[in-house]
């Protein structure tokens, strides 16, 4: 992975191989907002939300990234990363949904911008889902 940081704004780039998710949550950031991601990826499962459960499924062979968008925030003792995803087949057909896994395919761009004076924790709801709660410092 390789990354550049300036008062807040993150550039990243995943090269051939590398795990989204885990990238995403290894990142040294507290509280951010995912605003943008583009490339391509190959491997990935999505989930979409039923109201009760996470339901997942794959999509086939290398597709491209056309929208990423989520947040990272700090549940307990581990950052969480939250991303929903929004991934074109050849041909133009779409899938999308909450980010399972993912592997980059060539490349991966993201742009990540902190909360400055923000903090994004997640806890257990009686959902099920790990709730964010934004609040100032």
Known sequence: MLNATHNGHWVVRLVDGEDLAASLAALPIEAAILVAGVGMLRDVRLAYWNGEEYETFGVDGAVELVSAQGNIARA???R??????????RGGTTAGGHLVDATAHNT??????????ISLRRAPEPSGLLGLTPSTE
């Open 108 to 117: 991966v761009e993201l742009y990540l911008r902190e909360t400055e004076g």
């Open 80 to 89: 969480v990363a939250h991303c929903h995803l929004c991934v074109a087949r």
């Open 76 to 78: 307990e003792d581990r």
